[in-house]
C-alpha cells in the first residue's frame, strides 16, 4: 500500500467544517503556550513475535503551558463518554477541578510505562513532592494499537515517554501516523493523530479553542464526512473491522472558565464525535479531558481564590460550545487525511483515506466544488 508523501489537511481539500473560523494555524497550538510533542516508534515487518516487533506505537504529549504544572495548575475536567479504558488520574481531575501534570497519550498496555516516566519527570522538577507536601497526580490516557502493533510487547519506554515531553513543541502539531497515533485505525481506515482550532467570538474574540485527538474509533460503514454518508459509498472495499477501538478528546482553551463550565465543554465532545460517526460502541474507551490556561491555580495558595470566569448563559458561552463540536469534528478528519496507509504485525493492514475519491463523492454531493 502506498501513499503520497504529502496528503491534504481537512481544509486544503477544499472542505470546510462548520462556521467558526479556525486559528491561524488550525491546532491546539492556537492556544497560547500549549505545545505538543511526539515520539514515534516503527519498527520490523512481517509475523507478530511478541516482545520484537513488528512496532507500530508510541507516545503522544500535550503540556497545558511551558511552567511548572505542579506549582502552576489548570483548571481541569473530565467527561467519561464510555468507561472501557485504562486512563489514570482521571478520578483527581474530578474531584478537584485541576490538573496538575502533563497529559500523555500512549497504548493500552504502556500506560504504566508513561505514569512511571510522567511521574519522574514531575518529581525531578519538584523537590517538594512526597515529602513537603503531597504527591502528583500523572495523567495518562491509551488508545488499543494492537491491530497493527505488538502491543504485548511494550516497546514504549521511559525514554520515549521522556522524549515527547521534553521535545514539545508549540510551534508544530505533525498529525496521523505519529506519537500515540501510529498505529491507530478509525471509521476504517487507518487513524491517529489529529488537531483543529476555532477562534471565539464575542467579548473573547481575540482568545481560542483547541482540541488534539487520539481517533482510534469506528467502523467503515459509519464514517461522516461534511455531513455525507462516506462510509457507506466506500463500503465495497471490504474493510476488515478492527476490535472496538477508543478515542482521547484533549480541549484547550485560554477563555476563562471554571472546572464545571469545562466539564460542560467536555461533554460537548461527543457532538464533534457523532458527526464523524462515533457510536461510543460497548467495547470503546471515550474519554474527553479539557483546560483552561486562563487563572492558573498556585498551589501554594491557601483560603479564598476569587476568580474572573464566562456567565453560564452568555453567547460568549454558546459560541465555547460551538468551537467544541467543530474543532472535534475537524481534528478527526484531520487525523483520518493525515494518516498514511500502513502495513502491520502478521500482515494487518489500514489503508490511508482515498483523498480524491472522498473529494469526488463530496463533489457529487455538492457540499464542494
Not at 519522574?120 to 512526597?130: F, K, P, S, W
Not at 495523567?139 to 494499537?145: I, R, S, T, Y
Not at 482568545?207 to 459509498?233: C, M, T
Request: proline fraction near 4%; include cysteine.
Amino acid at each position: 500500500m502506498s501513499s503520497p508523501s504529502k496528503r491534504p489537511r481537512v481544509r486544503e481539500a477544499g472542505i470546510e467544517i462548520g462556521s467558526l473560523s479556525p486559528g491561524p494555524k488550525n491546532s491546539i497550538l492556537d492556544v497560547p503556550g500549549v505545545a505538543v510533542g511526539h515520539t514515534t516508534l516503527v519498527e520490523g515487518d512481517g509475523a507478530l513475535v511478541v516482545g520484537k516487533g513488528p512496532v507500530r506505537t508510541g507516545v503522544t504529549a500535550v503540556l497545558p503551558h511551558g511552567g511548572n504544572l505542579f506549582r502552576e495548575k489548570v483548571r481541569g475536567a473530565v467527561h467519561v463518554i464510555n468507561g472501557f479504558g485504562k486512563a489514570t488520574g482521571l478520578a483527581q481531575v474530578q474531584e478537584l477541578g485541576v490538573i496538575e501534570t502533563p497529559i500523555v497519550l500512549t497504548n493500552t498496555l504502556s500506560v504504566g510505562t508513561a505514569w512511571d516516566a510522567l511521574c519522574e519527570y514531575m518529581l525531578a522538577q519538584n523537590e517538594e513532592i512526597g515529602t513537603t507536601t503531597g504527591t502528583v497526580n500523572p495523567l495518562v490516557a491509551e488508545c488499543n494499537d494492537g491491530y497493527l502493533n505488538d502491543i504485548r510487547g511494550r516497546h514504549v519506554k521511559r525514554e520515549h515517554v521522556l522524549s515527547a515531553l521534553t521535545g514539545a513543541s508549540t510551534e508544530v502539531c505533525p498529525e496521523g501516523n505519529v506519537g500515540a497515533g501510529t498505529g491507530m485505525s478509525c471509521l476504517g481506515f487507518k487513524g491517529g493523530i489529529g488537531t483543529s482550532s476555532r477562534r471565539l467570538t464575542g467579548d473573547i474574540e481575540d482568545r481560542f479553542l483547541g482540541v488534539l485527538v487520539l481517533a482510534n474509533f469506528g467502523s467503515l460503514r459509519d464514517l461522516l464526512i461534511a455531513g455525507v454518508p462516506v462510509g457507506a459509498l466506500l463500503a465495497d472495499r471490504r474493510v476488515p473491522d478492527a476490535p472496538p477501538g477508543s478515542v482521547v478528546v484533549v480541549i484547550g482553551t485560554d477563555a476563562p472558565l471554571s472546572d464545571r463550565q469545562l466539564g460542560r465543554i467536555a461533554r460537548r465532545a461527543q457532538a464533534g464525535l457523532a458527526k464523524v460517526g462515533s457510536v461510543f460502541s460497548n467495547g470503546s474507551g471515550d474519554f474527553a479531558i479539557a483546560f483552561s490556561t486562563e487563572g492558573r491555580v498556585s498551589h501554594s495558595s491557601q483560603g479564598m481564590i476569587v476568580e474572573t470566569r464566562l456567565r453560564d448563559d452568555s453567547k460568549e458561552m454558546a459560541a465555547v460550545f460551538r468551537a467544541t463540536v467543530e474543532a472535534v469534528e475537524e481534528a478527526v478528519l484531520n487525523a483520518l487525511f493525515a494518516a498514511k496507509s500502513m502495513i502491520g504485525r502478521d500482515g494487518n493492514a489500514r489503508e490511508g483515506l482515498p483523498v480524491d475519491e472522498v473529494r469526488s463523492i463530496l463533489v457529487s454531493r455538492g457540499v464542494i466544488k
